[in-house]
């Protein structure tokens, strides 16, 4: 696609469950980046996907995240047992490794209630 | 340890001012730098970056960023900032391992 695009764009979920998120990257993109953006928080790094190289998991918060990139294109995002403190948007970028500069998607705004 | 300072948290201009954001940073080689700008409720955009050669560079929107090794520093500026510039803006080097490291942001705020 055009852009890099993420589902949903809300959800909001109750504590405890889990919740998938989904980033679909620009075609041909190598790099696809997980960030998280909470008041207090900045901007954090979640995890890193550069193509068949085992992922950067070096940013992941707790052992409930987890990601993964199928067939080198779309990723998902899973959050077991959701906690308040997930409660934050969750960017996906893209990127051609070496280019400069990423893509970033809209975000899903997570809630935690 | 390497890290990225944007010192201002918050700065208001008047419109048609001029503008400059401050953005240091700690590494012990020249990082990649790029200069990202968020609008309220948008995802973040790229305004500009900078890999080597000339340090001046120049972005989307009218606004250009110098970098300057001997200050380890990465300043955006705009000659003129217009109403629709208000935004969070990001500084983030990339410090030799493909991932962006984001400064806490400065928010501008525009006055009439």
């Known amino acids: 696609g055009a852009g890099v695009s993420q589902s949903p764009s809300n959800k909001v979920t109750e504590k405890g469950k889990d919740v998938e998120l989904r980033c679909d990257p620009i075609?041909?993109?190598?790099?696809l980046y997980w960030y998280r953006q909470s008041l207090g928080q900045g901007l954090e790094f979640l995890i890193y996907f550069q193509g068949n190289s085992a992922p950067d998991k070096s940013g992941l918060p707790s052992d409930r995240f987890s990601a993964e990139r199928t067939g080198g294109s779309v990723s998902t995002l899973t959050i077991q047992r959701t906690q308040q403190e997930d409660s934050a948007v969750y960017l996906c970028?893209?990127?051609?490794?070496?280019?400069?500069?990423?893509?970033f998607g809209s975000g899903t705004r997570l809630t935690v209630v | 340890a390497q890290s990225v300072t944007q010192p201002d948290i918050h700065i208001t201009v008047s419109e048609g001012a001029s503008l400059e954001l401050r953005c240091n940073y700690s590494?012990?080689?020249?990082?990649?730098l790029f200069w990202y700008v968020q609008s309220p409720g948008q995802g973040l955009q790229l305004l500009l970056k900078?890999?080597?050669?000339?340090?001046l560079v120049q972005g989307i929107k009218g606004f250009e960023a110098e970098f300057k090794r001997s200050q380890s520093s990465f300043n955006l500026r705009k000659p003129s900032v217009h109403w629709s510039d208000a935004a969070e803006y990001f500084c983030a080097p990339i410090f030799g391992n493909e991932k962006l490291t984001f400064g806490t942001g400065t928010r501008l705020t525009i006055i009439p």
């Open positions: 590494y012990g080689a020249t990082p990649y």
């Open positions: 900078y890999f080597s050669g000339d340090t």
């Open positions: 970028a893209s990127s051609l490794l070496g280019s400069g500069g990423y893509t």
């Open positions: 075609s041909g993109h190598t790099a």
